[in-house]
């Protein structure tokens, strides 16, 4: 059995979800009567006779506005969720931000792109653009975490909803620790693991801490937790939206590029680009009444 989610930015109504099991038919599945999640905004349309990719195709892109996940019905709701923070959980990249305190936010930005596409290799990358920012002032992070940087929608409640579910959150994420830490208490994850700047006499040296928290570190972080936890890997989420987030995205039971790089997007097995960070609560099943946001 499948489950198809659609999650509507504005409105899903019965045309379209008709639609949707036209859609289905035709390649050979059969969808059940639809079970809404909340009435004009998100439903579950149950599946059998076919696979997830071949449903996930006829139903990817086909309706304006409206997100669709595939999934297998078996081990919905997840236990373990581990998620990347910029341009995920928050919507800016903290390099970037940090960087316009030097006066080379352009420079800056420009390689972060490349690197969230795939195209440099991150630990390099990352190296380079900190050696950038040697010399800045130690209270620039402060600044920047002040005015810079805000919550993704969605971020706060789709964490404390699977929180007050039992579930266990881990931020792990290719930026910084002074960033990581105070993000990761706002929002409500149980743990943060984030790259260390080296800093001496009140400014940045140019240099990261070594090991550097890369994409191997995502998806280790993944199966050690869900390890020591005593929790299936069908029973995990990961969500990110650049090319070092793809290897934990492939091994989670449910990995979801959120708002993604285009490699990322064509390579997760679940992608939302239109509604914010709430979706993964719908794609688990979990109706708005049974949120939490504090």
Known sequence: MLIATLIA????????VSEARDRIAATGATAEQPAWLDEAVAVDLFVTGNDVGDVRGALEGAFAGVDVLVQAAADREK??????????MIPVECIDELADYAGIKPQIAEVTERAMRGELDFAAALDARVALLKGLAE?????????RVTLMPGARTLIQTMRARGAHSVLVSGGFTRFAEPVAAQIGFDRAIANRLVIED????????????DSATKEATLRAVAAERGIALSQTLAVGDGANDLPMIRAAGLGVAYHA???????????VEHGDLT??????????RDWRAD
């Open 139 to 147: 209270s620039a992070i402060e600044r920047c975490l002040a005015e």
């Open 202 to 213: 009140g400014e940045l040296t140019g240099a990261v801490g070594k090991p550097i928290v």
């Open 279 to 288: 979706a993964l609560l719908y794609a688990q099943g979990i109706r708005r």
């Open 79 to 88: 236990r373990l969720l581990i998620a990347d923070m910029d341009s995920t």
């Open 261 to 271: 790089k285009p490699v990322v997007a064509a390579a997760a097995a679940a992608r």
């Open 9 to 16: 930015s504005d409105r899903i109504d019965a045309g379209l």
